[in-house]
């Protein structure tokens, strides 16, 4: 059975930090991604990491800002966060699938999703 459990999230100030982690068992992905959702906007693909190669994508809106890294076992995934926003504030899913040649960023194209975790960051 294929599980993704997430962790971290919480409340910060602008300009502070956060990280987040997701373990992923069940099956071994092509890429974790981690999308966010803000009430009334769309969802966004945050970052991505490939599991077998290490590559790493991110949206320009996190550029420079977030990193997306994973353990050397490659089963958990990790989002440090840094100079977080307001504009940031949302609910985090990390999502993985088992794809190649689809634009990471596509959430329709992932099966497997968390259950979430909330990034509150106050002006």
């Known amino acids: 059975q294929v599980q993704l459990a997430e962790s971290g999230g919480g409340s910060v100030q602008a300009g502070g930090s956060l990280r987040l982690s997701c373990t992923v068992t069940?099956?071994?992905?092509?890429?974790v991604a981690w999308f966010r959702q803000a009430p009334e906007k769309e969802r966004e693909g945050v970052a991505t990491i490939w599991v077998d190669t290490g590559n790493t994508y991110y949206a320009d809106s996190v550029e420079g800002r977030f990193t997306i890294t994973q353990d050397n076992a490659k089963t958990s995934v990790y989002l440090q966060m840094n100079s977080l926003e307001p504009e940031d504030t949302a609910k985090y899913f990390c999502?993985?699938?088992?794809?190649w040649g689809a634009g990471w960023s596509r959430g329709e194209t992932y099966p497997h999703w968390g259950q979430g975790a909330q990034v509150t960051v106050s002006s």
């Open positions: 999502a993985a699938r088992r794809l």
């Open positions: 069940g099956f071994r992905p092509s890429n």
